[in-house]
């Protein structure tokens, strides 16, 4: 007799959720380092400009109009930064919170496997003892089969 688990649907719809929980997951994270990466380059533009400034200044390049120009793309980057900032800190919101959704998925899905291990386990028991019992049987008619055939 073949074995079947009789929650085997119920376990192929937890394997899909974790399949799902983890393609978010993966989305999630991809989000959050590409805003990480968005941050370090407008940290990095910044501090370039910052450096340009500092340059034109010992240059004495320094006037009203490039002082004027330096103010407001520092003013931009910055603006830029703090939405970048907030774009992270939502994306790491986001990670955390599709982590613990697999998390659980995992979880939901170890359960039910786990579950399916015991019932075979448990099946193949009760099949092992099936077995023994025809065997059993089998020897019971052969031996009174012959002691009919030779008597008593």
């Known amino acids: 007799m073949r074995y079947t688990f009789r929650l085997e649907r119920v376990l192929t719809i937890r394997n899909r959720q974790r399949e799902q929980a983890t393609l978010?997951?993966?989305e999630a994270r991809k989000r959050l380092e590409e805003a990480e990466q968005r941050l370090d380059l407008l940290t990095h533009v910044l501090e370039a400009t910052m450096h340009e400034?500092?340059?034109a200044k010992h240059a004495n390049r320094l006037n009203k109009e490039t002082l004027h120009y330096h103010t407001?793309?520092?003013a931009g980057v910055k603006d830029?930064?703090?939405k970048t900032e907030y774009e992270v800190a939502e994306a790491n919101v986001a990670a955390e919170r599709t982590a613990?959704?697999?998390l659980e998925a995992h979880r939901a899905a170890e359960v039910l496997e786990k579950l399916r291990e015991k019932d075979f386990d448990a099946w193949k028991e009760q099949e092992a003892k099936k077995e023994m019992k025809q065997m059993d049987e089998v020897a019971v008619t052969r031996h009174r089969m012959k002691e009919e055939n030779h008597g008593p």
Do not use: G, Q, S, T
């Open 100 to 102: 613990a959704e697999l």
């Open 80 to 82: 830029d930064i703090k």
């Open 72 to 74: 407001l793309h520092c």
């Open 24 to 26: 978010r997951h993966a």
């Open 53 to 55: 400034l500092d340059r």
